[in-house]
């Protein structure tokens, strides 16, 4: 069932799209036998190469798996291969009616940085967007 509270896409793009906008780094599945239960990937904020170390976090859970802790399972191996590839922060957008994915971010160690507010309208409604951020503690920042 679709909550309308993960994306403002109305329709699940082409996988080409899909593809030509995530980073090949950090695309994640959860699964159980041929179902799945939900899944991760990155996105570059940017082409600027001052932000190469910055990523759009993306993840996804099926409603009949969500606080079963595939969500912090998902997470957890996308902030391995993050610092790995070498990127220094993970950033966040999530509509403020996701609590599930405000918690996921918060115990992850994500932290809460503003909100955008009236940022885009989903079915002709107005939606804000909470900004989330996490910073490596292994890259060199200092």
């Known amino acids: 069932m679709d909550t309308c509270f993960a994306t403002f896409e109305k329709e699940v793009p082409a996988f080409q799209v899909w593809d030509a906008a995530h980073l090949k780094i950090g695309r994640l599945v959860a699964a159980n036998a041929e179902t799945i239960l939900g899944w991760a990937a990155l996105s570059p904020v940017s082409s600027r190469c001052v932000y190469g170390g910055v990523a759009e976090v993306s993840i996804y859970l099926a ?19 993050s610092e790995k590839a070498g990127f220094w922060t993970l950033q966040s957008g999530i509509f403020p009616e996701n609590k599930g994915s405000v918690e996921l971010h918060l115990k992850m160690g994500f932290r809460y940085i503003g909100k955008r507010e009236r940022i885009g309208k989903r079915d002709n409604v107005w939606k804000d ?8 503690a292994l890259v060199g920042l200092h």
């Open 63 to 81: 409603q009949e798996s969500r606080g079963q802790g595939v969500g912090k399972l998902l997470m957890q191996q996308l902030i391995v291969e």
């Open 129 to 136: 967007n909470l900004l989330f951020e996490r910073r490596s």
